[in-house]
């Protein structure tokens, strides 16, 4: 089993930045092939792809919405936020499965998520 952990987010103003953190710890394993993702979900919605990669190899993929202004990292296990706006507001989610996939039911871990809030 594999527990992930999500750190870095709080209340910011629009414009502004965040670093989100996904922590790694059990005594499961995580394959170099496997993939990291990170999600969100604001109130009254759906679950959505923020960003993709894989371990080893492949390159980021990114939701259009977030294009540009996030970065994902799997060597620090970070999401990288720039020019926040408020349609960013929403928990944050890190999680890995073993699919190169946007789609949230392809992954196996999950984090119980982390708050970023940004103000107008």
């Known amino acids: 089993q594999v527990q992930l952990t999500e750190s870095g987010g709080g209340l910011v103003q629009a414009g502004e930045s965040l670093r989100l953190s996904c922590s790694i710890s059990?005594?499961?394993?995580?394959?170099?092939?496997?993939?990291m993702g990170w999600f969100r979900q604001a109130p009254g919605k759906e679950r959505e792809f923020v960003a993709i990669?894989?371990?080893?190899g492949t390159s980021p993929k990114y939701a259009d919405s977030v294009k540009g202004r996030f970065t994902i990292s799997v060597d620090t296990k970070t999401l990288e936020m720039n020019s926040l706006n408020p349609e960013d507001t929403a928990v944050y989610y890190c999680?890995?499965?073993?699919?190169?996939?946007?789609?949230?039911?392809?992954?196996?871990?999950w984090g119980p998520g982390t708050q970023v809030t940004v103000s107008s």
């Open positions: 990669r894989r371990w080893k």
């Open positions: 999680a890995a499965g073993p699919s190169y996939s946007t789609d949230s039911s392809d992954y196996r871990y």
């Open positions: 059990g005594p499961g394993r995580i394959l170099s092939s496997w993939v």
